[in-house]
């Protein structure tokens, strides 16, 4: 029996759940949230990038990633630095480097022990198939 559109969609959101609290349960050992992380990780990967980049790829606000921010520069994880005109830029500390490199590792184990139910070609169909909608 064909599976309904809704439940479908229930389910992406029900795995997305679940990665979200295996990574953050991974995480708190290194006093670090999936948020934090991914935001170390975008900011390794954008050097360049301004507080409203930074806010769109990690799906959150302007506000809400300023905030973030003033955290992690409280922490010691990123520093603010001048940029170009009045903008300011974010870089990763030394401190927060190795919390993304560490926190790598630990967010990748978490999904290869959630995706450990699929063969290696339905994890690279399944990972075709959501390529392909999200370019739509």
């Known amino acids: 029996m064909p599976r309904d559109v809704g439940e479908i969609g229930l389910s992406v959101k029900r795995l997305q759940m679940r990665h979200h609290r295996g990574i953050n349960e991974r995480l708190a050992p290194l006093g670090i949230s999936i948020v934090q992380w991914d935001a170390l990780r975008h900011l390794h990967e954008n050097p360049e990038a301004s507080l409203h980049d930074l806010a769109q790829l990690t799906f959150q606000r302007d506000q809400s990633f300023g905030t973030l921010a003033n955290r992690m520069i409280e922490r010691g994880l990123i520093e603010r630095v001048?940029?170009?005109?009045?903008?300011?830029?974010?870089?990763?500390?030394?401190?927060?480097?190795d919390?993304?490199?560490?926190?790598?590792?630990?967010?990748?184990?978490?999904?290869?022990?959630?995706?450990s139910g699929l063969s290696d070609e339905e994890l690279q169909t399944f990972g075709d198939l959501l390529a392909r909608l999200l370019a739509r």
């Open 82 to 97: 001048p940029g170009p005109g009045r903008a300011v830029r974010h870089r990763l500390t030394e401190k927060g480097d």
């Open 99 to 115: 919390l993304r490199q560490r926190g790598t590792e630990l967010v990748r184990s978490a999904l290869i022990d959630s995706f």
